[in-house]
Each structure stands twice: as structure tokens, then as C-alpha cells.
Nanobody, 124 residues
Framework: QLQASGGGLVQTGDSLRVSCAFS????????VGWFRQAPGKEREFVAA????????SYAESVKGRFTISRDNARAMVSLLMNSLRPEDTAVYYC???????????????????WGQGTLVTVSS
């Protein structure tokens, strides 16, 4: 089970951290990704962190501004978002799966479990 939290209303240039709490299984065996969906748009990949290598992947639109990290002891993944822009406004979803290869990190269909989403609104 995944529970996303931390969304809110911020201004352009602000920072915000969204978190995803994991429960029900051995967290360290799961790869976790963040996706977002803006109003009227399709869901898109944001960032992911692999279960074993700890390797990360970012969408080009957020690279250098967002940082994904995981705390296996607390069974949580965080997404620190800096220099936020109005175009970052979306519902952010965390997703997890045990059987993702590195080349599939950006594909939503690769993730078996999804959280409920948390809304991030960036005002201009």
C-alpha cells in the first residue's frame, strides 16, 4: 500500500517535498517512481529510484530541480522539488513494483502498485 502526502499550494520558485509511505511488504525490494498528471493532460513520468542499485532517473523537464530519495528504514520515498514552475502543477502519484528493470523505470505500466496522489499547485 502506498500513501502520498505533502502536496500544497506554493509560488513560482518555491520548494516543496512530497513523500510516499509504503506498507505491507519489504520496502527495500521495491523500485519506486513518481508520476504526475496535470488537468487535461496524460500522466507523465517524473522520477524513479531503483530498489537495489539506488540508481535514479528523471524526466528532462525536472532534471536538476527535483531530487528523489529513499529511506528503507522508514519505508519512505521523497521527492524534493526546487524552483517550482506553474507547469509543475499536477497531481503527483507514487508507484512501486518489485520487477522493474532499469530500462522500464519511466513506463507507468511497469508499476504494479499506485498511491492515491497528492495535489501540487504552483501559482505564478
Amino acid at each position: 500500500q502506498l500513501q502520498a502526502s505533502g502536496g500544497g499550494l506554493v509560488q513560482t520558485g518555491d520548494s516543496l517535498r512530497v513523500s510516499c509511505a509504503f506498507s505491507g511488504d519489504t520496502f527495500r525490494t521495491y523500485t519506486v517512481g513518481w508520476f504526475r498528471q496535470a488537468p487535461g493532460k496524460e500522466r507523465e513520468f517524473v522520477a524513479a529510484i531503483h530498489r537495489s542499485s539506488g540508481g535514479t532517473s528523471y524526466a528532462e523537464s525536472v532534471k536538476g530541480r527535483f531530487t528523489i530519495s529513499r529511506d528503507n528504514a522508514r519505508a519512505m520515498v521523497s521527492l524534493l522539488m526546487n524552483s517550482l514552475r506553474p507547469e509543475d502543477t499536477a497531481v503527483y502519484y507514487c508507484a512501486a513494483s518489485r520487477t522493474i528493470i532499469l530500462s522500464s523505470l519511466r513506463l507507468g505500466g511497469s508499476y504494479a502498485h499506485w498511491g492515491q496522489g497528492t495535489l501540487v499547485t504552483v501559482s505564478s
